[in-house]
Protein backbone atom coordinates (compact mmCIF):
# COMPACT_ATOMS: atom_id res chain seq x y z
CA UNK A 1 0.00 0.00 0.00
CA UNK A 2 1.84 3.21 -0.77
CA UNK A 3 2.52 6.08 1.54
CA UNK A 4 0.35 9.09 1.96
CA UNK A 5 1.73 12.37 1.47
CA UNK A 6 0.30 15.57 2.34
CA UNK A 7 0.44 18.33 0.80
CA UNK A 8 0.00 17.36 -2.78
CA UNK A 9 1.01 21.00 -4.21
CA UNK A 10 2.74 23.71 -2.43
CA UNK A 11 3.70 27.10 -3.57
CA UNK A 12 6.06 29.09 -2.00
CA UNK A 13 8.44 31.92 -2.06
CA UNK A 14 12.22 32.35 -2.39
CA UNK A 15 13.31 32.04 1.79
CA UNK A 16 10.29 30.42 2.32
CA UNK A 17 10.36 27.25 4.29
CA UNK A 18 8.31 24.13 3.91
CA UNK A 19 7.32 20.49 5.36
CA UNK A 20 6.19 17.45 3.52
CA UNK A 21 5.13 14.69 5.15
CA UNK A 22 5.04 11.19 4.04
CA UNK A 23 2.22 8.69 6.39
CA UNK A 24 2.61 4.79 5.83
CA UNK A 25 -0.43 2.46 7.13
CA UNK A 26 2.18 0.04 7.88
CA UNK A 27 5.28 -0.10 10.69
CA UNK A 28 8.37 1.93 9.21
CA UNK A 29 11.65 0.48 9.16
CA UNK A 30 13.17 3.39 6.63
CA UNK A 31 12.27 6.14 4.58
CA UNK A 32 13.74 6.99 1.25
CA UNK A 33 13.17 10.73 -0.36
CA UNK A 34 14.13 11.53 -3.67
CA UNK A 35 13.29 14.74 -5.85
CA UNK A 36 12.51 14.83 -9.69
CA UNK A 37 12.88 17.83 -12.01
CA UNK A 38 10.55 18.45 -14.34
CA UNK A 39 11.85 16.12 -17.42
CA UNK A 40 14.67 14.99 -15.40
CA UNK A 41 15.03 11.40 -13.72
CA UNK A 42 14.22 11.53 -9.75
CA UNK A 43 17.29 12.19 -7.81
CA UNK A 44 18.11 10.78 -4.71
CA UNK A 45 18.01 12.94 -1.72
CA UNK A 46 18.41 10.89 1.39
CA UNK A 47 17.76 7.91 3.70
CA UNK A 48 16.30 7.83 7.11
CA UNK A 49 16.32 4.97 9.55
CA UNK A 50 14.32 3.62 12.29
CA UNK A 51 15.34 5.00 15.52
CA UNK A 52 14.03 9.05 15.08
CA UNK A 53 17.27 9.60 13.13
CA UNK A 54 17.52 12.83 11.15
CA UNK A 55 19.35 13.75 8.54
CA UNK A 56 20.52 17.05 6.06
CA UNK A 57 21.70 17.75 2.54
CA UNK A 58 21.73 20.91 1.93
CA UNK A 59 19.29 23.04 3.79
CA UNK A 60 17.07 19.81 3.40
CA UNK A 61 16.62 17.52 6.76
CA UNK A 62 14.43 15.16 7.44
CA UNK A 63 12.92 12.96 10.56
CA UNK A 64 11.58 9.72 10.75
CA UNK A 65 8.81 9.09 13.90
CA UNK A 66 8.70 5.61 14.13
CA UNK A 67 5.28 5.44 16.34
CA UNK A 68 3.49 7.70 14.04
CA UNK A 69 4.69 5.52 11.23
CA UNK A 70 5.61 9.24 9.27
CA UNK A 71 8.35 10.64 7.75
CA UNK A 72 8.65 14.86 7.33
CA UNK A 73 10.88 16.42 4.55
CA UNK A 74 12.06 20.29 6.03
CA UNK A 75 13.12 22.84 3.31
CA UNK A 76 14.86 25.68 4.69
CA UNK A 77 15.07 29.26 3.13
CA UNK A 78 13.88 27.74 -0.11
CA UNK A 79 15.45 28.23 -3.03
CA UNK A 80 14.50 28.42 -6.82
CA UNK A 81 16.75 25.21 -7.16
CA UNK A 82 14.57 22.97 -4.96
CA UNK A 83 11.46 23.35 -7.67
CA UNK A 84 10.66 19.41 -8.35
CA UNK A 85 8.42 17.29 -7.10
CA UNK A 86 9.44 15.37 -4.07
CA UNK A 87 8.87 11.38 -3.68
CA UNK A 88 8.89 9.07 -0.32
CA UNK A 89 9.38 5.43 -0.52
CA UNK A 90 9.31 3.46 1.95
CA UNK A 91 10.77 -0.72 2.44
CA UNK A 92 8.21 -3.23 1.04
CA UNK A 93 9.91 -6.60 1.58
CA UNK A 94 13.51 -7.17 0.65
CA UNK A 95 14.85 -5.11 -1.62
CA UNK A 96 12.14 -2.93 -3.03
CA UNK A 97 10.33 0.40 -2.11
CA UNK A 98 7.18 1.16 -2.54
CA UNK A 99 6.86 5.48 -3.32
CA UNK A 100 4.00 7.56 -2.33
CA UNK A 101 2.35 10.15 -5.39
CA UNK A 102 4.56 12.81 -4.84
CA UNK A 103 4.25 16.50 -3.91
CA UNK A 104 5.01 19.27 -6.27
CA UNK A 105 6.75 22.35 -4.77
CA UNK A 106 6.99 25.47 -6.46
CA UNK A 107 9.32 27.58 -5.57
CA UNK A 108 8.77 31.38 -7.17
CA UNK A 109 11.01 34.45 -7.10
CA UNK B 1 28.43 8.42 -11.06
CA UNK B 2 25.88 5.84 -11.52
CA UNK B 3 24.04 6.20 -15.00
CA UNK B 4 21.24 4.18 -15.98
CA UNK B 5 20.45 5.12 -19.37
CA UNK B 6 16.89 4.21 -21.32
CA UNK B 7 16.72 3.73 -25.30
CA UNK B 8 14.61 6.12 -25.97
CA UNK B 9 13.14 9.29 -24.42
CA UNK B 10 9.98 9.62 -26.39
CA UNK B 11 8.03 6.42 -28.18
CA UNK B 12 4.97 6.19 -30.06
CA UNK B 13 3.71 2.95 -30.98
CA UNK B 14 0.26 1.36 -32.21
CA UNK B 15 -2.45 -0.90 -29.76
CA UNK B 16 -1.46 -4.51 -30.67
CA UNK B 17 1.73 -4.37 -30.84
CA UNK B 18 4.97 -5.68 -28.92
CA UNK B 19 6.94 -3.13 -27.73
CA UNK B 20 10.38 -3.40 -26.05
CA UNK B 21 11.78 -0.74 -23.49
CA UNK B 22 15.73 -0.65 -22.98
CA UNK B 23 17.19 0.02 -20.06
CA UNK B 24 21.11 -0.45 -19.36
CA UNK B 25 23.58 0.46 -16.28
CA UNK B 26 27.02 0.79 -15.75
CA UNK B 27 27.32 0.39 -12.61
CA UNK B 28 27.28 -3.41 -11.91
CA UNK B 29 24.56 -3.37 -10.05
CA UNK B 30 22.59 -6.64 -9.50
CA UNK B 31 18.95 -4.95 -8.49
CA UNK B 32 17.30 -3.64 -11.32
CA UNK B 33 13.93 -1.88 -11.53
CA UNK B 34 10.88 -0.65 -14.09
CA UNK B 35 8.49 2.13 -12.40
CA UNK B 36 5.46 3.58 -14.25
CA UNK B 37 4.64 7.51 -13.83
CA UNK B 38 1.40 8.75 -13.56
CA UNK B 39 0.03 12.08 -12.66
CA UNK B 40 -1.08 12.03 -9.29
CA UNK B 41 -0.25 8.27 -8.74
CA UNK B 42 3.69 8.53 -8.40
CA UNK B 43 5.89 5.61 -9.04
CA UNK B 44 4.82 2.50 -9.36
CA UNK B 45 6.74 -1.01 -9.48
CA UNK B 46 5.59 -3.08 -12.25
CA UNK B 47 8.41 -5.62 -12.26
CA UNK B 48 11.91 -5.82 -10.25
CA UNK B 49 15.15 -7.99 -10.99
CA UNK B 50 17.85 -9.10 -8.41
CA UNK B 51 19.97 -11.19 -10.64
CA UNK B 52 20.36 -12.89 -14.13
CA UNK B 53 17.34 -14.30 -15.15
CA UNK B 54 15.69 -13.47 -11.65
CA UNK B 55 12.62 -11.54 -11.67
CA UNK B 56 9.84 -10.75 -9.42
CA UNK B 57 6.42 -9.17 -10.32
CA UNK B 58 6.02 -5.94 -8.54
CA UNK B 59 1.98 -4.02 -7.99
CA UNK B 60 1.08 -3.50 -11.63
CA UNK B 61 2.78 -6.63 -13.85
CA UNK B 62 -0.51 -7.06 -15.88
CA UNK B 63 -0.06 -6.63 -19.39
CA UNK B 64 4.05 -6.38 -19.10
CA UNK B 65 6.80 -9.10 -19.17
CA UNK B 66 10.44 -8.90 -18.56
CA UNK B 67 14.17 -10.06 -19.51
CA UNK B 68 17.47 -9.95 -17.91
CA UNK B 69 19.93 -11.81 -19.93
CA UNK B 70 23.04 -9.99 -18.94
CA UNK B 71 23.59 -7.92 -15.48
CA UNK B 72 23.94 -4.31 -16.72
CA UNK B 73 20.41 -4.79 -18.72
CA UNK B 74 17.05 -5.09 -18.39
CA UNK B 75 14.45 -4.59 -20.75
CA UNK B 76 10.51 -4.24 -20.21
CA UNK B 77 8.05 -5.73 -22.79
CA UNK B 78 4.61 -4.63 -23.18
CA UNK B 79 3.28 -8.22 -24.95
CA UNK B 80 0.11 -6.46 -26.90
CA UNK B 81 0.43 -2.47 -26.21
CA UNK B 82 -2.99 -1.19 -25.19
CA UNK B 83 -4.01 2.76 -24.84
CA UNK B 84 -3.92 2.47 -20.85
CA UNK B 85 -0.13 1.93 -20.86
CA UNK B 86 0.46 5.16 -22.21
CA UNK B 87 2.49 6.98 -19.25
CA UNK B 88 6.53 7.67 -18.73
CA UNK B 89 8.27 4.57 -17.41
CA UNK B 90 11.51 4.84 -15.48
CA UNK B 91 14.12 2.13 -15.10
CA UNK B 92 16.50 2.05 -11.69
CA UNK B 93 18.96 0.58 -10.22
CA UNK B 94 20.95 -0.48 -7.21
CA UNK B 95 23.06 -2.56 -5.46
CA UNK B 96 21.15 -4.88 -3.06
CA UNK B 97 20.49 -3.86 0.55
CA UNK B 98 22.45 -6.13 3.03
CA UNK B 99 20.48 -8.62 5.59
CA UNK B 100 20.02 -5.81 8.11
CA UNK B 101 18.08 -2.77 7.02
CA UNK B 102 20.46 -0.40 7.87
CA UNK B 103 22.53 -1.04 4.91
CA UNK B 104 19.58 -0.65 2.11
CA UNK B 105 20.41 1.73 -0.82
CA UNK B 106 19.32 3.96 -2.79
CA UNK B 107 18.13 3.85 -6.32
CA UNK B 108 19.67 5.54 -9.23
CA UNK B 109 16.75 6.19 -12.02
CA UNK B 110 17.05 6.79 -15.77
CA UNK B 111 15.56 9.68 -17.36
CA UNK B 112 12.71 8.05 -18.40
CA UNK B 113 10.82 6.91 -21.76
CA UNK B 114 7.63 8.60 -22.42
CA UNK B 115 5.30 6.15 -24.57
CA UNK B 116 2.56 6.96 -26.17
CA UNK B 117 -0.11 4.22 -27.42
CA UNK B 118 -2.68 5.18 -30.27
Known amino acids: QQPVQSPQAVILREGEDAVINCSSS?????VHWYRQKHGEAPVFLMI?????EQKGHEKISASFNEKKQQSSLYLTASQLSYSGTYFCGTEEGAQKLVFGQGTRLTINP | DVKVTQSSRYLVKRTGEKVFLECVQD?????MFWYRQDPGLGLRLIYFSYDVKMKEKGDIPEGYSVSREKKERFSLILESASTNQTSMYLCASSTPWGQDRYSNQPQHFGDGTRLSIL
Open chain 1, 48 to 52: LLKGG
Open chain 2, 27 to 31: MDHEN
Open chain 1, 26 to 30: KALYS
